[in-house]
C-alpha cells in the first residue's frame, strides 16, 4: 500500500489533487477555484470586460458537464459585474 492510499494524503512528489474516496480537487488546487480567483483579478487590475468575456465562455463550457462549477463560475460573473458598475472597488 502505498503513502497515499494508506494516510489519504498525497505522498511526497506526488501530482495527486483529490483526498482518499473523494474525486473532488482540494480548494487550492482545483482548476475553478484557481480560474475564479484569476478572473476577479484579472477584473480588479481594470480589465473586467475581457475577465467577463472568459467568464461567460466557461459558464457555457460547463453548465451541462459540471453544474456546480458552473454556479461558481455565475458568481464571479456578478462580482464582475458589481466591478463593471463600480459597485466594487478594483
Known amino acids: 500500500m502505498t ?3 494508506s494516510s489519504g494524503t498525497p505522498a511526497p512528489g506526488s501530482n495527486s489533487a483529490t483526498t482518499d474516496g473523494d ?3 482540494r480548494g487550492d488546487r482545483d482548476i475553478v ?3 475564479t480567483k484569476a478572473l476577479r483579478a484579472l477584473g480588479k487590475a481594470g480589465r473586467p470586460d475581457e475577465a467577463m468575456t472568459l467568464a461567460g465562455q466557461a459558464w457555457w463550457g460547463l453548465k451541462d458537464s459540471d453544474p456546480r ?3 461558481r463560475v455565475n458568481g464571479t460573473m456578478h ?3 458589481r466591478v463593471m458598475a463600480g459597485d466594487e472597488k478594483p
Open 3 to 5: 503513502d497515499e492510499a
Open 23 to 25: 474525486a473532488a480537487p
Open 33 to 35: 477555484t484557481l480560474f
Open 79 to 81: 462580482y464582475l459585474a
Open 69 to 71: 462549477a458552473a454556479e
